[in-house]
């Protein structure tokens, strides 16, 4: 038989919810960012294994991909952070409706930067049957374009959210918090992909 | 929802005992019936199911390790056919390595981790069930394909080019890669589960410095399951799209490296080793301080060997590559982090014998599996520091040397601690206590059948026996040797289904036990066996590493969480302070419903890129539906005065 338990402390004064590393939803997205991370990690090393094996890159007969599409999509990435820093803010500070305003424009934002991909796709001067080069280069811009579509997804699904009655629950400023620090993830972790497929080329 | 006194909505003095479990019985429970069966989120069903599945595979890839033993039991046997003994091998160390190993340790963490660390269930329990479906469906894909003669065969690390377009057309081995996607993708969703759990749901005080070995273990492991896994999923993806959409990263005449695969695979393949190894020496810290009735020696040092291998095993991954022919430094650097993490082991192996030897050991069936795993282990240990050294791994690549070691490691190392630990926890999840002497024969028979199938392999591949052949000519010096060891599997399979029957028959009609039958001092023996289905009626709160050997007049307990709905507490990472109350998802048949529509699009891909293209839609619509919030029948809280 169980012993009589011994009160020792309540919790009901506690909150019911918190931003950043107190909640459990910022351990989640920081883990999967840790996974995507790694095959991003991963990914780029076999690109210098694969770069190992060559003479020069590219390989003949292949040119480097054209800048125009990619340094568009960078400078769009990069000018996202400031909606994304604002609804950070607003949620953090429970402004319902301008975290409603500010969702709606990081989709737009998002569909814009899938159709500037559109064309980075067709700027690579190489496909991917063509030969390992042009297999490694397809492989990271898909792998980074799988980020973008289901961040995408992910931030449609929430705005939607927000302008229906759940939003008005506190803990859904968290998710939206939350969804703002995982599209940082997204935009640091191109940088260094746009630089091997755009800049290493014409270095190398 | 009840007409229960609505003021109390809170456990406390006032609400407690009977009263209380039958608010949090309504709480925390599930609809009845097939559709409430399939929607559970709570840890100990899944883990339950987990485990059962596991052990599934585990019979079925042992009656293929039985096929092949009697096929080898004399030479020139014509048993099976060469095509058929490359299924079965393939298939044997697939389902083994990815199906049973990994998730029967993740089986057991996902049971017990919740109690260990005095919670009411898991982090992301939904997240939970989505990966268990994923597994299953992994599994049975697998084994349906080999059913219908479409199996593997090019070995569990799928080498290229064998396994690439050209030497391996048809099916096969696109279906090994896609189970590999599936099984990755449930290790890695059960592995962010468990971290969050570890970190953030430990009960008040119990600080990182006085967290249980195996939740220790767990935590370690957890995190090598995410820096390891994502490069099996990536190399087997790349595989996949070089045989079906024709990309050329494994193929040397288009400018790719078959020594990629090799890199990638045991990058992965390495730490996989030690994800199936820690969480077993967390088996073994907790059985050898409950049965020898002091706390493990040496806890900080145990604590850093745990992290010591877990680092070091991302840094050996090229000693599988040493016939693959490399630089010089790379031998000599290969060589001596191999031999390095024989140091942290050693030092865990010290510590637990310095255990029994300063505690007051009973020999009971758990740790009779811990001195069995002590006495095997060390075995494996040995011929893996002899295979460290490049000369002789030369020598002994792809014999049966290298068979036998890697039994001794998975079996005496992973397995011994595994079935003393289910021994160890049955009661907890049952209610109900093994048989102490049927466990002392299945110890017998599965230690003794281990020793005499595996022994005589280190000397057939000293022979020159290689592992994987369907069979090998007489004369050989291999015949008596193979019968031996065919004789040893027999007996080790009898020591199985000793174990298993006796598993069976204690859950219908074991000795009752009740909630502290070994008198050990976790927190998951704090609760009653079975554990009510909210695990704690209030959340215990602890001061030292074994709680219940101090706190003999009672555990210390906090109240304040809600009963009317599910709620979870959140401590601080470090020193476990109470942090925050938060809602805990209630069950829902969309993980499963995810998990099929995944599933779907995972297998169609295996025929066309385009099934990518077109589940996504069904997957997208499924995990939108998983997501979105079903609260809103949740009272608003109680206003606190």
Known sequence: ?????????????????????????????????????????????????????????????????????????????????????????AAEAGRLR???????????????????????????????????????????????????????GDTIILAVLMHTKHGIVDRRFVDVSENSLYWRFVWIAWLPIYFLIYWLPRLA | MTDFDPDL??????????????????AWGRPRGLVGWLSTTDHKEIGKRYLVTAFAFMILAGVLALAMRAQLARPESGLITPDRYNQIFTMHGTTMMFLFAVPVMEAVAIYVIPLMVGTRNLAF????????????????????????????????????????????????????????????????????VMVATILKQRAPGMTLARMPLFVWAMLIVSLMIIFAL??????????????????HFFNPYERGDALLWQHLFWFFG???????????????????????????????????????????????????????????????????????????????IFCWIATIWLGRPRYRVPLLWVIGFVVSFVVGGLTGVMLASVPLDLELHDTYFVVAHFHYVLIGGAVFPLLGAVTYWFPKATGRLMSESWGKVSFALVFGGFHLTFFPMHLTGMLGMPRRVYTYPAGMGWDTLNLISSLGSAILALGFVVFLLNAFRSFRSGEPAGADPWDAPGLEWATSSPPAVYNFAHLPS?????????????????????????????????????????????????????????????????????ALAIGLLPAGAALTAWFWPKNADIPPEPEID
């Open chain 2, 542 to 610: 602890v001061a030292s590493r074994t709680p219940l050997w101090d706190e003999r007049e009672g555990l210390p307990v906090m109240t304040g969480l809600r009963v009317d709905a599910r709620e979870h507490l959140l401590t601080s990472v470090i020193e476990a302070v109470p942090s925050i109350r938060e809602p805990s998802p209630k069950p829902t048949i969309w993980p499963l419903l995810s998990a099929i529509a995944i599933g779907i699009t995972f297998v169609g891909s295996v025929f066309t890129p385009w």
């Open chain 1, 1 to 89: 038989m169980m012993p009589a338990p011994r009160f020792s402390g309540d919790l009901a004064h506690l909150p019911t919810h918190a931003f950043g590393h107190r909640s459990l939803t910022w351990w989640g997205v920081i883990a999967f960012m840790m996974i995507e991370g790694c095959f991003f990690a991963l990914t780029v090393a076999a690109y210098f294994y694969l770069m190992g094996q060559e003479q020069s890159w590219p390989p003949p007969p292949f040119r480097a991909p054209d800048l125009l599409a990619g340094s568009l999509f960078t400078l769009v990435m990069l000018l996202s952070e400031i909606p994304n820093t604002l609804v950070k803010r």
């Open chain 2, 9 to 26: 909505a809170r456990d406390g003095p006032d609400l407690t005992g009977k009263e209380l479990h039958d608010r949090l019985i309504v």
């Open chain 2, 270 to 348: 390495h730490p996989e080793v030690y994800i199936i190894f820690l969480p077993a020496t967390g088996f073994v810290s907790e059985m050898t301080a409950t049965f020898c009735r002091r706390p493990v020696f040496g806890y900080p040092a145990v604590v850093l060997s745990l992290i010591a291998t877990g680092l070091l095993a991302f840094g050996l991954w090229v000693h599988h590559m040493f016939a693959t022919g490399l630089p010089r430094l790379g031998y000599a650097f290969y060589t001596a982090a191999s031999m390095t993490v024989a140091i942290p082991t050693g030092i865990q």
């Open chain 1, 98 to 152: 301008e975290v409603r305003k500010l969702l709606v424009l990081t989709v737009a934002i998002g569909l814009v930067l899938l159709v500037i991909r559109g064309f980075e796709f067709n700027s690579l001067n190489v496909f991917w049957y063509d030969n390992a080069y042009g297999s490694i280069v397809w492989a990271l811009l898909l792998l980074h374009t799988t980020h973008i579509l289901t961040d995408w």
């Open chain 2, 125 to 192: 329990s939904r997240l939970n069930a989505f990966s268990y479906w994923m597994y299953l469906f992994g599994g049975l894909m697998l084994w349906i394909a080999f059913a219908l003669n479409v199996g593997p065969d090019a070995g569990w690390f799928s080498y290229t080019p064998l396994s690439g377009p050209q030497y391996s057309p048809g099916k096969r081995v696109d279906i090994w890669a896609q189970m590999i996607t599936f099984t990755e993708v449930a290790g890695l969703a059960a592995a962010v």
């Open chain 2, 230 to 247: 994502p490069a099996v999923a990536l190399d087997s993806a790349m595989l996949l799209s070089d045989r079906l959409v024709g990309t």
